[in-house]
């Protein structure tokens, strides 16, 4: 009976069909009064899983959201939907808390949003004891974990809330891929009984491409231009420089960017922020330092100028895109350069030997990844200990294979001519050694155009040596010298390599990379694209004038189904995915007025 209420929501005031993946357990447990841990990825549908049995179990759930964005975003987009939910934080003075108190001591809200500092303090636990606190919901459960990148440790202190609520059913969720993070969470905020779900990491709908680098600027601009000429999207860079000048490049061509980097005022960066929420097409350029507490649904695209330091952050940078479902890509340049980089940052944290050893195995392991000939997401998911059955057919690899080349006589002479200049000079040194060029004017002076070996790889472009090296070093056969000069050694690993014994087979760069499709991926059937137009200029107007972001409004997947079907009648709109009964009262007339003119 009690999922029928909860499916009686879903319909009401989601104005969706249907559960999702675990989404009805979930909910189900919940409303039962059950503890649950919820892993799933991003964009899964983890807020319907409180949400639901907030609505439906009787009393207040209170919400644990680690920033403030995140909360007000969440907020905000439950008060379109008509639910009455309130939040406690610091932005707020003191009538604005007292509001929100009253409302809560008086049994109104379904939903309290609070950060953990505020929740832990005296006053608001005394609150919590005198009201009907329905569920406590966890969100952003990873901060709770030393080891994840969003450690805080108000999160470990959480764990009192079944001492002081022991009949309160709690649900932690994350989207976080990392097994080691997944059971610190467990255990610190004492779920190890609860009933775990755990859904498929793949987010099929992210489509994983990568591409050497050697102008990374022109090559982003031309994946823009093709690909994803209006959308909105992301593009991380390692420096807070590079950051702006990517940006102004990308103003020059015509892009509306904008910069986020920690170098920034709050100010400026909140007000950027806040642009590239509530305007269409934005493209923000921005330092890893951008991205958690982003709910935006429509990021159609996080574009990568260099490597990420490993294949955890590389999962969570990329996952901000396509929350929505529809598809995304995710697009990397990357270059040896950027090892030696990353290398430096690793030697110069004050981690401990050991960490920074774990640190460069990690980033070799997202070298190697990039270096892949065969699919992508296997590989991804299979780092997360996740088997998928076959080739996705939505990566660079599975779209178009790359053509693969025998290259081991090739390998042990690169590896040779390491060894006979005494492991200490960088990839281009010792191209033009094998190429036979004493350009660098240090070949000569060493002597190393004596060596048996100069010269002796002239009919291979130095690209092609390049790559060679690259893959040499991804494999882990050559090392890379720490103190980020570029200097190489050998491993002990390449010895069966030097002997022949192992087959080295190297990814030839594509020729003629397949013409790209210009204007990127329709969402929906070209005929309906100027209705789909119309529709989203309504809803940017709405958006204006309510000062909310558009995808608060309707998500693109609503109006997608609303030029799909093209109701005409106020009545057959709750059919369409993402209108509930409070969103059909508000903006029903208006998009029907636009259809039917469409129409006629
Ligand atoms: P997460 O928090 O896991 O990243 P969200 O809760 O933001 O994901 O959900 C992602 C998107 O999917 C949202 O736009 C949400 O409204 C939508 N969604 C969630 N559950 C359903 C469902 N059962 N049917 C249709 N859309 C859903
Ligand atoms: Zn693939």
Redesign the pocket.
């Known amino acids: 009976m009690s999922v029928d209420a909860a499916l009686e929501q879903l319909k009401k005031v989601f104005g969706y069909a249907e559960f999702r993946h675990a989404q009805k357990e979930i909910v189900d447990t919940l409303i039962q009064g059950e503890d649950c841990l919820v892993l799933m990825p991003t964009g899964g549908g983890k807020s319907l899983c409180y949400q639901i049995p907030a609505l439906v179990r009787s009393g207040t759930a209170v919400v644990v959201s680690p920033l403030i964005a995140l909360m007000q975003d969440q907020v905000e987009a439950l008060q379109q939907l008509g639910v009455s939910v309130g939040f406690l934080n610091s932005t707020q003075d003191h009538e604005q808390r007292w509001q929100v108190t009253n409302q809560l001591t008086s049994g109104e809200l379904k939903l309290l949003y609070l950060s953990p500092e505020r929740l832990l303090m005296p006053e608001t636990l005394e609150l919590l004891g005198q009201v009907d606190v329905s569920l406590f919901a966890i969100d952003e459960a990873h901060c709770v974990s030393q080891w994840g990148h969003d450690f805080r440790k108000e999160y470990q202190q959480l764990d009192c809330l079944p001492t002081i609520f022991p009949n309160i059913p709690r649900v932690a969720l994350t989207a976080t891929a990392d097994q080691r993070v997944r059971k610190e969470i467990s255990v610190q905020l004492q779920l190890e009984n609860a009933q775990h779900f755990v859904h498929s990491f793949d987010r099929p709908n992210i489509s994983?491409h990568v591409v050497d680098a050697n102008d990374a600027r022109q090559q982003l601009w031309r994946f823009l231009s093709t690909q994803h000429p209006n959308d909105a999207g992301i593009v991380y860079c390692l420096s807070r420089n590079r950051t702006e000048q990517i940006a102004d490049y990308l103003n020059e061509k015509g892009r509306t960017a904008l910069v986020y980097h920690a170098g920034m005022t709050d100010e400026a960066r909140n007000t950027n922020q806040r642009r590239f929420l509530l305007e269409d097409g934005i493209v923000m350029v921005a330092t890893i330092a951008f991205g958690m507490g982003i709910d935006k649904p429509d990021v159609r695209f996080v574009a990568h100028m260099n490597l990420p330091k490993n294949l955890e952050a590389y999962y969570q940078e990329t996952g901000r895109a396509g929350r929505d479902g529809l598809p995304a890509t995710a697009w990397m340049a990357y270059s040896l350069k950027d090892v030696m980089t990353l290398n430096t940052f690793v030697e110069e944290s004050d981690a401990g030997q050991q960490h920074k050893l774990l640190m460069q195995h990690k980033l070799r392991t997202m070298l190697g990844w990039c270096e892949l000939t065969?699919?992508?997401?296997?590989a991804l998911l299979k780092y997360f200990d996740e088997e998928m059955p076959q080739?996705?057919?939505?990566?660079?690899?599975?779209?178009a294979p790359p053509e693969v080349i025998d290259s081991t006589e090739n390998a042990r002479r690169a590896l040779s001519c390491v060894y006979r200049t005494g492991q200490r000079y960088g990839v281009s040194y010792l191209v033009e050694v094998l190429r036979g060029s004493t350009a660098d004017s240090r070949v000569k002076q060493n002597g190393h155009d004596r060596l048996e070996l100069f010269g002796t790889g002239d009919a291979i472009s130095a690209r092609e040596w390049r790559d060679l090296f690259r893959q040499l070093i991804a494999s882990g056969y050559l090392v890379m010298d720490e103190e980020g000069h570029g200097g190489l050694r050998m491993d002990e690993s390449c010895r069966p390599v030097l002997r022949g014994e192992v087959e080295i087979l190297q990814r030839r760069p594509r020729k003629t990379a397949k013409p790209e499709k210009k204007g990127g991926k329709l969402l929906i059937d070209e005929s309906d694209q100027p209705l789909f137009e119309a529709l989203r200029s309504l809803r940017t107007r709405l958006a204006k004038e309510a000062g909310i972001p558009p995808y608060v409004v309707f998500p693109d997947t609503t109006l997608i189904a609303l030029a799909t079907h093209k109701p005409t009648e106020y009545q057959s709109l709750t059919s369409i995915t993402g209108i509930g009964q409070t969103k059909q009262e508000r903006y029903g007339e208006a998009f029907i007025g636009v259809i039917r003119q469409f129409i006629q």
């Open positions: 994983y065969t699919c992508r997401r296997v080739s996705c057919g939505n990566c660079d690899n599975c779209l």
